[in-house]
T-cell receptor, first 110, second 116 residues
Framework: LAKTTQPISMDSYEGQEVNITCSHN???????ITWYQQFPSQGPRFIIQ?????VTNEVASLFIPADRKSSTLSLPRVSLSDTAVYYC???????????WGAGTKLIIKP | GAVVSQHPSRVICKSGTSVKIECRSL??????MFWYRQFPKQSLMLMAT?????????EQGVEKDKFLINHASLTLSTLTVTSAHPEDSSFYIC????????????FGPGTRLTVT
């Protein structure tokens, strides 16, 4: 059973900021939150990982509230090439992130 | 860094034959390798986890005698689908974790298997 819950799909437009929220009510103390992106017929690609508060890298930001029961992936100024499925996973070094939920299919329109 | 390759990228085989898929970590030592299967428009399903030099741990419902996994070295794992059937047609993806880099998984590009 997946440890996370995400919206099945989302639409947005080029140039907009997109926020995808993931629920993980039963997150454990040692669990990290990791987001992956997957294009059709390709392996997933790591986007960002965090434990608490805010993490930012060159492609995205990850917001994690104090209770850590949810997280939000923020993609700034999306383009058509950001159309993909985005997966949120939780896990630590001992159990990794092996149970994949359905992911969020993000469609960016021109 | 942290590149994982898979070979072949696509394979078509006849029912009853066996197919071997290779997964290599090209620029790092993989402490653990994972094999996933993904059917169209579905999420990834973990098949097995393997550490170098030890037997793979299979997920419930995955037949170990049908999906043979050999983790021969810190950079190579192979998945052999034996006596393939059309229902084994799927997208097979491997991933690896790197020593000293926590739990981030580095994924291969996947192998599309079609059994006719």
């Amino acid at each position: 059973l997946a440890k996370t819950t995400q919206p099945i799909s989302m639409d947005s437009y080029e140039g907009q900021e997109v926020n995808i929220t993931c629920s993980h009510n039963n997150i454990a103390t040692n669990d990290y939150i990791t987001w992956y992106q997957q294009f059709p017929s390709q392996g997933p690609r790591f986007i960002i990982q965090g434990y608490k508060t805010k993490v930012t890298n060159e492609v995205a930001s990850l917001f994690i509230p104090a209770d850590r029961k949810s997280s939000t992936l923020s993609l700034p100024r999306v383009s058509l090439s950001d159309t993909a499925v985005y997966y949120c996973l939780v896990g630590d070094d001992s159990n990794y992130q092996l149970i994949w939920g359905a992911g969020t299919k993000l469609i960016i329109k021109p | 860094g942290a590149v994982v390759s898979q070979h072949p990228s696509r394979v078509i085989c006849k029912s009853g034959t066996s197919v071997k898929i290779e997964c290599r970590s090209l620029d790092f030592q993989a402490t653990t390798m994972f094999w996933y299967r993904q059917f169209p428009k579905q999420s990834l399903m973990l098949m097995a986890t393997s550490n170098e030099g030890s037997k793979a741990t299979y997920e419930q419902g995955v037949e170990k005698d049908k999906f043979l996994i050999n983790h021969a070295s810190l950079t190579l794992s192979t998945l052999t689908v034996t006596s393939a059937h059309p229902e084994d047609s799927s997208f097979y993806i491997c991933s690896a974790t790197a020593r000293g880099r926590g739990n981030e998984q580095y994924f291969g590009p996947g192998t599309r298997l079609t059994v006719t």
